[in-house]
């Protein structure tokens, strides 16, 4: 096979490592100027990306061409740079790790994530961990919530990092796949992907010492490799997907259930907040639609109209995300 395509594994500053079709690891720069259609990205290329290499003497090699992208995920770098930093390109699913107590994750949050997600047609798992610490209580109140995120159309795991109970479900999914790894800080992220790829935790620990060392755009990202084959991100800070420019109406669409319901509503530009004949909040009021993600549209479609939905663009200085209000 050959060297001169491959996949990028890791990205720091100008340095990409290229894992070439053919098993080598080469370390590449960009050649020439790449542009991205629509959006201003610090990095050109991003982990993720087939490119297209040319080696050279010095046993580098250029990069000279990326291929089309099935996705990426974007943040800003600042709050006030119109500019993006490409976290990762061509992610096959998502992991949002969760937790219904020790901490609470909250819907809003959950659904937003899933929401931006709909947008770059990432498909999300749920994985509710810390299935151990539960009370029945608590047991109940997570089984409501598989229930209501299965009924939507999302798969769900209960796991427990520190136990693995669940684990075994969980790993097999993971195969021939990228997947991107997200959570709030202390649903147990970490302790999981040093589960699932042992020596992961020295890498985490780099990337925050890039962060310490003050770099506000850190430009580092990797991909960990899996034993059994596939790839696993780690986003610290990263929340969710950037969407610059979602419609009040795009909006509905990635609410899989409301989007479903918003087809009997009388007008076809419903919003759904106060029209007559609005079929979704008639779902709602007949619990067709959970309340709580109709709670969670709602904020989104506050934070379009007062033109802040750049609060789903997931900026994250330096490891720990900003919470989404
Ligand atoms: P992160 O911020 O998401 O990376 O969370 P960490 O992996 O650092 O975990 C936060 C805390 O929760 C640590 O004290 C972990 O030991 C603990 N923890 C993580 N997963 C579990 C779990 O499944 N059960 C219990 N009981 N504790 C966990
Ligand atoms: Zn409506």
């Known amino acids: 096979m050959s060297d001169t395509e491959g996949l990028v594994i890791k990205n720091t500053g100008s340095w990409y490592t290229v894992l070439t079709d053919g098993g080598n690891t080469i370390d590449c720069k960009i050649k020439g100027n790449f542009r991205l259609k629509g959006i201003r990205s610090t990095n050109p290329v991003a982990v993720g990306d087939r490119v297209e290499i040319v080696r050279n003497h010095e046993g580098t090699a250029f990069i000279t061409n990326i291929c089309d992208r099935r996705n990426y995920i974007i943040r800003k770098s600042s709050n006030l740079s119109k500019q993006s930093h490409i976290i990762a390109a061509n992610v096959d699913q998502a992991f949002l790790i969760v937790t219904v107590k020790y901490p609470e994750t909250s819907t809003t949050f959950i659904d937003r994530f899933l929401a931006s997600a709909e947008a770059y047609s990432v498909p999300v798992t749920l994985v509710f961990n ?73 890498r985490t620990a780099e990337i925050s010492d890039a962060h310490n060392t003050g770099m506000h755009t850190t430009t580092f990202s990797e991909m960990l490799p899996l034993t059994d084959g596939g790839w696993v991100i780690d986003t610290p800070g990263i929340k969710g997907f950037g969407t610059f420019n979602m419609e009040p109406e795009e909006i509905c669409g990635y609410f899989k259930e409301i989007f479903k319901f918003s087809k009997g509503c009388r007008f076809n530009n419903c919003t759904h907040t106060h029209e007559p004949g609005c079929a979704v909040r008639k779902a709602v009021e007949e619990h067709y639609i959970a309340e709580s993600r109709y709670v969670s549209y709602l904020s989104m479609l506050e934070d379009k109209e007062e033109g802040k939905y750049l609060s789903l663009i997931h900026i994250s200085e330096p490891t720990r995300p900003i919470s989404i209000s």
């Open 130 to 202: 810390k299935v151990d610490l539960l009370q029945d209580d608590e047991r109940r109140y997570l089984d409501m919530m598989v229930t209501l995120y299965e009924t939507v159309g999302y798969d769900c795991l209960k796991v427990s990092a520190e136990t693995k109970e669940g684990m075994d479900r969980l790993l097999p999914l993971l195969k021939d796949k990228i997947t991107l790894f997200s959570g709030n800080s202390g649903v147990g992220k970490s302790t999981m992907l040093n589960f699932i790829v042992p020596g992961a935790e020295l």
